[in-house]
């Protein structure tokens, strides 16, 4: 059973970086055929799919956000994270990592494992 497990900074100004983790549990980001992947629901919308990780740690992203978006990976700690730059208020939302074969996705039968989500408020 893969177990995922988000943590990030809660709040967050805007123009600043921001940073969550998943840490996974119950199998390895870097044999899994997972692709290991980030997605956000912003207040009052769907989900939205914002990038993916493989276990080669080859990184894939969302066009509308490539330009702002780095998925990295920890591989002694079997952990990945996501930094998302020059944040707005629009970038509120519930971060979600996930594992499933299939990317892009925005919706949750796509993927097999959630983790809880983390809420990350930008504001001032």
């Known amino acids: 059973q893969v177990q995922l497990q988000e943590s990030g900074p809660g709040l967050v100004k805007p123009s600043q970086m921001l940073s969550v983790t998943c840490t996974v549990s119950?199998?390895?980001?870097?044999?899994?055929?997972?692709?290991w992947s980030w997605i956000r629901q912003p207040p009052g919308k769907g989900l939205e799919w914002m990038g993916a990780i493989g276990s080669d740690g080859s990184s894939y992203y969302s066009p509308s956000l490539k330009s702002r978006t780095s998925i990295s990976r920890d591989a002694s700690k079997n952990q990945f994270s996501l930094q998302l730059s020059s944040v707005t208020p629009e970038d509120t939302a519930v971060y979600y990592c996930a594992s499933g074969f299939r990317i892009p996705a925005d919706y949750r039968g796509a993927y097999d494992y959630w983790g809880q989500g983390t809420q990350v408020t930008v504001s001032s």
């Open positions: 119950g199998g390895s980001i870097t044999t899994s055929d997972y692709a």
